[in-house]
């Protein structure tokens, strides 16, 4: 069947992008890999929108067999984990993650929890965590204390982003500091100090999920789908909206996906706060030296970061070590091999997550019998 | 070391060119090896590591027999990442006709010391109990085995130095690379796969699609590398287009699934026709199948020849220079026979094989 | 839900890999033995697969608990 609007992802930027689309009586189908719509951020809680019709729990593997005339991509970001000693251990969770967790049901009441890494998610899970009845013990950001100062000051641009710089003054929240260890029962972190705790949640910042876009034929610069003010993606009528576009949040993810979806220009400047979010957040270069010979780079297949030398690019390293070769097809170890060697991705390739063989076998099977 | 000081250069670090490197530094000569991309990341890094022996003609019979023998002689220096299992390949006969085809060929392949077995009904699902039921047998030929090849090409050209360029010409002992640098050798060896015809134009060497499926782990769900005998008619169908049920089981637990060959084709992509065609053949074959998930897709460019033999000779005209080219959907086989014979042809030795049978004159269009 | 033939009592809405790490039940042990949990939460890391109704490499993450669903882990 052919719509007029096929939007990939119901996070911020696709709801808003369906709203668009509603607006100006366009058809639209919003695909979604969850079972409810909402995205990182709102995880079921998103306002669905009446007259646009929604597929849930359905993944787009390849974009060849769906019919449309306009197609909008917002697909979001994941999480960036950097590997440590201990990183691997059952209780390290993404901080994004665990929030995630907890939203569809982990009980996190009087458990103890170490938050660590960068950006502001680090402060909203903090939140969320204490609200959900945990301990927060500490809020680690690797960035110094001085460019959170300046990235605080300058928030009173955008109004709305106040709420973050409130949260600033979190006590728990500790600048300049980075874990440097988990064991089984807690991490020791840069400055030398061991705290115990239930879990450490870890996040690095976030990174776009560009395997849907890289399918499209999208263009990418440094990192992102590149748009113009229209959103229009460099493919014919192909859009992309949020996080893919660039890290700004939820904001500009609606600006961006109202925009494409209604077909007018984005209101508002939003790539000042992607530029001052990305400046602020830098990652250290230190962080790079984290991981020792023998911790684990691509969890899916286990492979050591001794096992990587020598290569020149990513699909070297990978036919030759299997890294990034597993089920996750290096959504997790790729980043991490950017963050380290700035190997870049290789093209995406249908399918981009496992698929059951019988989705491509014809529907009416003829036996040999 | 200083590329253009070599004994010997090998042009092409796919498993081919590899071999090759391994077998002449074994002579004592050193050996350079120039590769525009990444060693074993061409058709090597496509293919499905089956290293087995076939019966389309007795010269391919010969050069493959003799290069599952020299694998199996390497087997107790492979290293673990090479994940060599001696699986054996079981010819599966979906019916009485299939099966009564392949009748003689148990005596004919012992004839030629491969051991081999004729599976009834029963011992077939004995063998293979995820067939599906009421295959007529089988046809076992034990001592076949699989292997990762990627690995393969860098093990093997372990101690050659390698060099990243691209090759724009060859002449004889001498090759230019597109940075204008030109090197010397006294043997140079076009290891090129499908991409000799670059070089050498003349050659009958045609490019031929296939696709593959890899599956999510699953051990055990299959022993054996699994062929439909209908495999060789698709193999030979002069149409452009054919599939065969082909199911490797890997050392990892995954299954590989093949096979499909296009002629005409030069585009890499991954079409879902074709897909969709190969995994229906496999589920026919083995119904399990069905629920599993497929982890990736991919394809990669065989290079043919007419008579499916590869070329393996001096080049004609040409004292110094060799072609390595040709080996079709048995590269990772015939990579130790191909080294053999080229390191038996520059000494001047005799050897197993026949050099003839696989000499580029053997090609009205390449004889000079 | 069925957890490793044990029937537990699951909440509506609460996903898979939640339930079990509720449960302190390690879904995944990695090619080298070690015991993995979920990371991303967000179905991206495959650190949370299990066997749902007898098919494996499912992400919990990715699944409503269900009355009556059979889970396996790697490790109970
Ligand atoms: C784990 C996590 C937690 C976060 N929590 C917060 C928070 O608490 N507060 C905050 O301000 N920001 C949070 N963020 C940042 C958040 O990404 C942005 O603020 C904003 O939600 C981005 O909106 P989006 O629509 O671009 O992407 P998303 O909200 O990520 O939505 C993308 C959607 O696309 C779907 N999708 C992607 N690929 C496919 C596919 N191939 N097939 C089908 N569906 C697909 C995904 O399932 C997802 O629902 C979080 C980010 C992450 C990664
Ligand atoms: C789908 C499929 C399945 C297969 N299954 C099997 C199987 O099960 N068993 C089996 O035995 N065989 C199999 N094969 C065949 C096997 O993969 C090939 O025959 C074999 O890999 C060929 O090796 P090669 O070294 O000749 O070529 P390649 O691996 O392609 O290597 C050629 C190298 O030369 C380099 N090169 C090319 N031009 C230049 C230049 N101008 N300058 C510098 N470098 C250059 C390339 O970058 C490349 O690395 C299969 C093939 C395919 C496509
Ligand atoms: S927790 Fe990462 S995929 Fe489920």
Redo the contacts between chains.
């Keep these: 069947m052919k719509v007029d609007t096929l939007i990939v992802g119901a996070g911020p930027a696709g709801l808003a992008a369906a709203r668009g689309a509603r607006s100006v009586g366009r058809k639209a189908l919003v695909i979604d890999e969850n079972w409810n719509g909402g995205g990182q951020i709102w995880r079921g809680q998103g306002r669905l929108v009446v007259g646009v019709a929604f597929e849930f729990e359905r993944q787009v593997v390849d974009l060849r067999g769906l019919e449309y005339d306009r197609l909008i991509l917002a697909c979001g970001a994941r999480e960036l984990f950097l590997p440590f000693p201990g990183w691997t251990l059952p209780h390290v969770v993404g901080a994004g993650g665990l929030q995630a967790l907890v939203k569809n049901g982990l009980d996190v009441r009087g458990k103890r929890i170490v938050i660590a890494g960068s950006g502001p998610l680090l402060l909203a899970v903090a939140a969320n965590l204490t609200k959900a009845g945990a301990e927060v013990l500490l809020v680690a950001e690797q960035t110094s204390w001085t460019k959170l100062a300046r990235f605080a000051a300058g928030l009173w641009r955008w109004p709305s982003k106040m709420a973050q710089g409130i949260l600033l003054g979190n006590p728990r929240y500790r600048a300049g500091l980075w874990p440097v260890r988990a064991d089984a029962g807690g991490v020791t972190m840069s400055d030398g100090r061991r705290w115990d705790c239930d879990y450490l949640a870890c996040g690095f910042g976030l990174v776009p999920n560009l395997e849907v876009p890289r399918l499209a034929g999208c263009a990418v610069v440094d990192g992102f789908v590149e748009v113009d003010e229209w959103q229009r993606t460099s493919v014919d009528g192909v859009y992309a909206v949020g996080e893919i576009t660039g890290i700004g949040g939820v904001e500009k993810a609606e600006a961006e996906g109202w925009a494409a979806g209604c077909g007018t220009k984005i209101q508002g400047d939003h790539a000042r706060f992607v530029s001052r979010l990305a400046e602020s957040f830098e990652l250290r270069t230190g962080l790079r030296g984290l991981a020792t010979p023998d911790t684990i780079v691509c969890r899916c297949e286990d492979v050591k970061l001794c096992k990587i030398v020598g290569f020149h690019d990513r699909r070297d390293a990978k036919l030759q070590t299997r890294c990034g070769m597993g089920a996750c097809q290096g959504r997790i170890c790729g980043p991490i091999l950017e963050f380290l060697y700035g190997w870049e991705a290789e093209r995406a390739r249908p399918p981009i997550l496992p698929t059951k063989v019988s989705d491509f076998v014809r529907k009416t099977r003829v036996t040999l019998d | 070391m200083k590329a253009n000081t070599a004994d010997v250069i090998v042009v092409g670090a796919g498993i081919v060119g590899a071999a090759c490197a391994r077998a002449f530094l074994r002579e004592g000569l050193s050996v350079t090896i120039v590769e525009r991309d990444l060693v074993g990341g061409g058709a090597t890094a496509a293919g499905m590591g089956h290293v087995v022996v076939m019966d389309d003609s007795e010269a391919q019979f010969a050069l493959t027999k003799r290069s599952r023998d020299l694998w199996d002689s390497l087997v107790p220096e492979l290293p673990p990442e090479i994940e060599f299992e001696r699986r054996g390949t079981l010819w599966v006969a979906a019916d009485g006709e299939e099966l009564e085809a392949v009748s003689g060929k148990k005596a004919h392949y012992e004839a030629r010391g491969v051991r081999a077995e004729l599976l009834d009904e029963l011992s077939l699902r004995t063998a293979e109990p995820s067939l599906r039921p009421g295959m007529a047998g089988g046809f076992l030929v034990p001592d076949d085995s699989v292997i990762y090849a990627p690995c393969a090409a860098a093990w093997l050209s372990r101690g050659a130095n390698i060099v990243r360029g691209t090759v724009e010409q060859i002449e004889d002992g001498a090759l230019r690379l597109r940075n204008g640098e030109r090197l010397e050798a006294g043997v140079v060896i076009c290891a090129t796969g499908a991409w000799a015809v670059d070089l050498f134009p003349a050659l009958p060497v045609k490019p031929r699609k296939g696709h593959l499926a890899i599956t999510e782990r699953y051990p055990g769900a299959v022993r054996h590398q699994l062929i439909e005998l209908g495999y060789l008619k698709s193999a030979h169908s002069a149409g452009t287009e054919s599939v065969a049920f082909n199911v490797q089981p890997r050392a990892t637990g995954q299954l590989l699934i093949g096979s499909s060959r296009q002629f005409g084709v030069e585009d890499g992509a991954v079409e879902e026709h074709m897909i969709r065609r190969m995994l229906d053949r496999a589920v026919e074959y083995l119904p399990s199948l069905a629920g599993m998930k497929v982890l990736r897709l991919w394809t990669g460019f065989r290079a043919a020849t007419p008579d499916h033999l590869p070329i393996v000779s001096l080049c004609p005209g040409m004292r110094r220079t060799y072609l390595a080219t040709g080996h079709e959907g048995l590269g990772i086989t015939t990579s130790l026979g191909t080294a053999e014979i080229l390191v038996e042809s520059v000494m001047g030795r005799a050897g197993v094989l026949t050099k003839q049978n696989y000499a580029a004159e053997r090609f009205v269009e390449c004889r000079v | 839900m069925i957890v490793n033939g044990v029937s537990v009592d699951?909440?509506d809405?609460?996903?898979v890999?939640?339930?079990l790490?509720?449960l302190k039940i390690?879904p995944r042990r990695?090619?080298?033995g070690?015991?993995?949990?979920?990371?991303?939460?967000?179905?991206?890391?495959?650190?949370c697969?299990v066997t749902i109704d007898g098919?494996?490499?499912e992400r919990g993450?990715?699944v409503?608990?269900r009355e009556g669903m059979e889970v396996r882990s790697d490790e109970g």
């Design positions: 699951v909440a809405g609460v996903s890999a939640a339930a790490m509720q390690i990695a090619l080298s070690e015991a993995r949990g979920p990371l991303c939460g967000m179905g991206v890391c495959f650190e697969r098919q494996p490499h993450c990715m409503r608990a």
